[in-house]
């Protein structure tokens, strides 16, 4: 079969079976699971193309990492492990200070990137994301934080670890405490501003007049790496950490459109203890962040750079890849309900022969938003590229908009604005390595139906509690074009529980493999797609036999479907990233017992339940999932 071929079968596996009758859902084309002719299909197309070599395993509520026949895991660095030979030593009463927190891994780490060190197959540095805080576990009184110390505790426990890996003699990829790359990337650490929002208006301060530099990154969500070698963090839930202490400020529409609140988040309440993130105060402040920030982590004196020419909103990853001519391409979800989905095109070429010449090819190109034809009869359409350039496409002074920086600072105004569309919460995005075509995690919606976000074929249920994966394939086969086609991948469910409606699924989810809220996303090299959850554990309702949050592996051709890994009670599997060779598989487990419960990774009923990375492998060393 050529490629063609292979994209018509994945389409007669996942193609429409039946229409859904009247109520909320009329008129949505789902695939359901239970078609004779879509398990037909799926079996013969999983029987020519082997692509998984594993067993799937079955859902699990047990406090541990779940793994098919063959395979172990071992944990690689926990939140709270000492960086350095002086740092001091974790305490699992949460009694280490800010400063002794500045010398530890991070806390709820996610998004990871895998760096070869030039040479030295058995060497590397990772550089992984530090989310948002458990506070319950976080400061010793268990409670939101109550002082300006706490708050600098949160602070020096989110952001950006790196560390620096090695492979022993067994196969065993260990951390390297000590080594000169370790270093935290935190949320008071100075940054540079730069990009068209450089020195605007908007991103100056009294702190920062000039508008160049800002200090911190914070709820840094998942990630990319660039093919020179850089790590791209992407600030997602950024608008959490800002409130106000005027409670009559009256809130501007480019602030509620980020949701802030006066309030703040209400386990956060950094507002309250510094100033910074009073908009009270500083409203400017909130416009220095909800970017994505390019790191180094072969140079530890290095300064972070935010590349404001890649738009302000909730990124959730950076996907990066070429066009046909060698420029670069990133795509992004923005992460909230009825949100979008953006892809970045450099002005200049990647120069492959000399990697600093890169260093500054993301302040310079054109942001674009996409807009679905999404036929609420057709799980598949076609859609366009909307270039989000001041002066273009009714982005004028004369609707608000004053120049480029000011567009992309408001870059989910401009969306919106030239009638993007609006998506069941886009989260990562991957691009294929076999054939280009890009996937999306659309993990859930439970606005979905309301007023402003009509169900269409790309999102095809009324309060979407399940999700579903979008798929699109460039027009020529060229990122950088401004036309594409897609369909939905795999639109997932529980069939035992709704096995006539819509919620039972597309025809590749069944009893054995069901799962709700997809999230991570990631290709290996031989093309299998690896999906990771973050959604709803408790195991009943709606989500009955679905069990703890998990990691399953597809086979993008066929359709197939399997589940490959079960976290621990109350986590979120998060962070994906493999050794070149294929044989180390890197995974978070992040926030594991939230809500209580679970005593993961230490299984000590003294010790605080901790977010760690964790390292799977064969036990015959093998490549994973093949």
């Known amino acids: 079969m050529d490629n063609h071929d292979l994209t018509d079968l ?37 029987s020519a193309r082997p692509l998984l070599g594993f067993d799937n395993i079955a859902a699990s509520t047990a406090d541990t990492i779940t793994l098919p026949p063959g ?24 009694s280490n200070s800010a400063e002794e927190q500045l010398g530890q891994f991070g806390e709820n780490n996610d998004g990871m990137s895998f760096f070869p060190w030039p040479g030295d197959a058995n060497r590397a540095l990772m550089a992984i994301n530090n989310e948002y805080c458990n506070y319950p576990y976080l400061l010793a009184h268990g409670k939101p934080p109550q002082s300006l110390a706490d708050v600098r505790k949160a602070q ?7 560390i620096e890996v090695k492979r022993d003699a067994d196969g065993a990829w260990q951390f390297v405490q ?14 540079e501003i730069s990009g068209p929002a450089r020195g605007h208006a908007s991103m100056k301060t009294a702190a920062d007049p000039a508008g160049i530099e800002v200090l911190g ?88 750079i935010k590349r404001t020419a890649l738009g302000r909103f909730k990124h959730e990853n950076a996907a990066i890849t070429l066009s046909r001519d060698g420029r670069g391409v990133v795509y992004m979800g923005d992460d909230e309900r009825g949100e979008f989905i953006y892809k970045f095109i450099s002005r200049d070429r990647l120069d492959k022969n000399n990697p600093k010449a890169n260093r500054h090819l993301l302040d310079h190109g054109d942001l674009y938003v996409a807009q679905l034809d999404a036929d609420a009869q057709q799980p598949r359409g076609s859609g366009r590229w909307i270039k989000l ?36 919460r886009p989260e990562w995005i991957a691009v294929s390595p076999q054939d280009g075509q890009v996937y999306c995690t659309l993990t859930n919606n439970v606005q979905r139906g309301s007023e402003g976000q009509p169900v269409d074929g790309a999102n095809p249920r009324a309060n979407n509690l399940y999700g579903q994966i979008l798929r699109w394939r460039e027009a020529a086969d060229d990122a950088a074009a401004e036309r594409f086609d897609w369909d939905l991948f795999v639109v ?26 997809p999230d991570g996303l990631a290709f290996d090299q031989d ?100």
């Open 10 to 46: 994945q389409r007669l596996v996942l193609s429409r079976r039946r229409f859904i009758g009247t109520g909320a859902l009329a008129g949505a084309a789902l695939f359901l699971a239970g078609s004779p002719l879509g398990r037909t299909a799926l079996a013969n197309a999983i």
């Open 71 to 94: 395979y172990r895991f071992d944990v690689l660095i926990s939140w709270g492990q000492p960086l350095h030979q002086d740092s001091a030593a974790y305490r699992g009463d949460g």
């Open 156 to 162: 020096a426990a989110v952001g950006v670890t790196v």
């Open 178 to 191: 000590g080594s000169a790359y370790n270093r935290r990337i935190h949320a008071n650490l100075p940054m």
């Open 217 to 304: 990154t914070f709820q840094n969500c998942a990630n990319g790496m660039t093919p020179w070698g850089t790590y791209l963090t992407c600030e997602e839930n950024f608008s959490d950490c800002f409130g106000s202490t005027d409670a009559a400020l009256q809130l501007t529409p480019a602030q509620k459109r980020y949701s802030v609140k006066l309030e703040g988040a209400s386990d956060n309440r950094w507002h309250l203890f510094d100033e910074r993130f009073d908009i009270a105060r500083t409203p400017n402040e909130l416009n220095r962040h909800g970017w994505v920030t390019e790191i180094d982590p072969f140079d530890p004196a290095s300064k972070p």
């Open 389 to 424: 350039s001041f002066g273009h496409n009714g982005l004028t002074p004369e609707n608000g908009f004053s120049d480029q920086g000011d567009v992309l600072i408001r870059a989910r105004a401009a969306g919106s604005h030239v009638g993007a569309t609006r998506m069941d």
């Open 492 to 517: 997932a469910g529980n069939p035992v529980v709704h096995p006539d409606s819509a919620n039972a699924g597309s025809t590749n989810v069944n009893a054995d493999n069901m799962f709700n809220s």
């Open 527 to 626: 093309g299998r797609l690896w999906i990771q959850t973050d959604g709803n554990y408790g195991n009943s309702g709606d989500f009955a036999g679905m069990g703890n949050n998990q990691m399953l592996c597809a086979d993008p051709v066929s359709g197939e479907i399997r589940r490959f890994l079960v976290g621990p009670k109350g986590c979120e599997i998060t962070g994906v990233a493999f050794s070149p060779d294929q044989r180390a598989l890197f995974i978070g487990v992040q926030h594991p017992g939230e809500g209580g419960g679970s005593t993961f990774p230490d299984h000590q009923p003294s010790m605080r339940p901790r977010s760690s990375v964790v390292v799977v492998r064969r036990d015959d060393g093998g490549v994973i999932g093949a």
